[in-house]
């Protein structure tokens, strides 16, 4: 869910040091603050993905560095402590710390706890901190869940996919069939308080079926949380490749369509309301909360290569080979590649864009006067709930939310 896209936009450069504008930092005690670590690394590289991910054979670094799975964590380290340096006497402890990738649990768990050991010795964690792993189902066993555990961690989120092999199969996942919901027991012995289920819709060759079987295997499994998100096929990806030699036929929008509305349905009735476009809980508790410092616009230090940031309205991402990023790091550099500093233009268009797909929407007059015209157009349509409207909130009804990109285009304007 918290990948590295490969293709960083453009920008200006990033000081050496990492320093950022004072208005980035002036009023920084008010919003929360989080950490995003990414780790590059994975076995295989599946057909689908377009992450920054690196295999074995990717990974010689320039100048004679080496960015390897030995020293990641270090090099990472170093990314927090600049980040104390760039922060300066910031006050605020940590409130979530989200490890993504690439497969994390690829490196060995006292590796992540080594991760978050440094956060914590930097920032310190704020009581009841949300601390999250993505991890591979096949790259753990009980012994490792328990030691992630023991390092701090209390979600955890699983990469199920599908539960289908000839729908993993189309999207070169290794995993067996089963694996992730035996995960979600081992983690739960293991003392994890929020565990999730990542699923895809929408692979070629999956029929409604293959879908609710998924579904009925990731409910049957006791997950709190559970992300679904449509296959988009990235050009440069071997499925996207597929495709286009005609080998896989491609999913069309209505498939997708079809396919959100079963798993509504489903998730629904089993007790998982949705709070994001893509994500349902149990409650407000099961909620990833790192997330949705993403969806609202506060604070996040993303750490690791290709990783983006965002504090005070100044975003920036990596250099996004860990070559590059371990040169940075050993000659004292930021491994900042290029930054942007929003203005409030950016700012709003942004919060329209991001508020709009969580359960209770954005405030009406964060609008311009043609996106309320807008608003008030979509409502008669349908696509936004009169009760939040008469509140003075824009939000997605069930309709509103299989349209939800073109009903954000219109209230932007």
């Known amino acids: 869910m918290d990948g590295m896209p490969s293709a960083p936009p453009d920008g200006e450069p990033v000081p050496a040091d990492g320093s950022l504008p004072a208005s980035a930092l002036a009023g920084a005690a008010d919003r929360p603050l989080g950490f995003y670590l990414h780790v590059p690394y994975c076995a295989t590289r599946c057909g689908y993905c377009d992450f920054n991910t690196y295999t074995a054979s990717e990974l010689r670094g320039t100048g004679g560095v080496l960015a390897s799975r030995e020293n990641y964590a270090d090099l990472l380290a170093e990314e927090v402590r600049l980040a104390r340096k760039v922060l300066g006497d910031d006050p605020r402890p940590v409130e979530t710390v989200f490890v993504g990738g690439g497969t994390p649990t690829l490196l060995p768990a006292a590796d992540l706890g080594r991760m978050l050991a440094a956060v914590r010795a930097e920032f310190g964690l704020a009581e009841g901190a949300e601390i999250t ?112 030699r005609g080998e896989v036929p491609m999913t069309d929008d209505d498939v997708h369509a079809d396919r959100y509305l079963i798993t509504e349905e489903m998730l629904s009735a089993a007790g998982l309301a949705w709070y994001e476009v893509s994500n349902w809980a149990t409650g407000e508790a099961a909620r990833c909360r790192h997330n949705e410092l993403y969806w609202t616009g506060a604070d996040w230090w993303g750490a690791g290569p290709g990783a983006h940031s965002h504090v005070g309205g100044v975003r920036w991402w990596n250099v996004k080979h860990p070559g590059a990023y371990a040169q940075a790091l050993t000659e004292g550099r930021s491994p900042g590649a290029g930054r942007e500093v929003l203005d409030d233009a950016d700012r709003r268009v942004e919060r329209i864009l991001l508020e709009l797909r969580l359960v209770d929407g954005v405030p009406l007059d964060v609008l311009a006067p043609a996106g309320a015209r807008a608003a008030g157009r979509a409502l008669a349509d349908g696509l936004l709930r009169p009760d939040a409207y008469e509140r003075g909130r824009a939000a997605l009804t069930l309709r509103g939310r299989l349209l939800a990109d073109a009903v954000v285009r219109d209230l932007v304007d």
């Open 133 to 244: 792993t993505e991890a591979n189902p096949e790259s753990v066993d009980p012994a490792y869940l328990a030691a992630l555990r023991e390092a701090g961690f209390n979600r955890i989120s699983f990469g199920m996919q599908s539960a289908r092999r000839h729908v993993l199969a189309v999207l070169d996942r290794t995993h067996t069939p089963g694996r992730p919901e035996a995960c979600v027991a081992e983690a739960r012995a293991a003392g994890f308080e929020h565990v999730n289920l990542d699923l895809i819709y929408g692979t070629p060759g999956e029929s409604d079926d293959d879908w609710r079987a998924s579904l009925d295997a990731a409910l049957g499994a006791g997950p709190d949380h559970v992300s679904a998100y449509a296959l988009i096929v990235e050009e440069g990806t071997a499925l996207a490749r597929r495709i286009r």
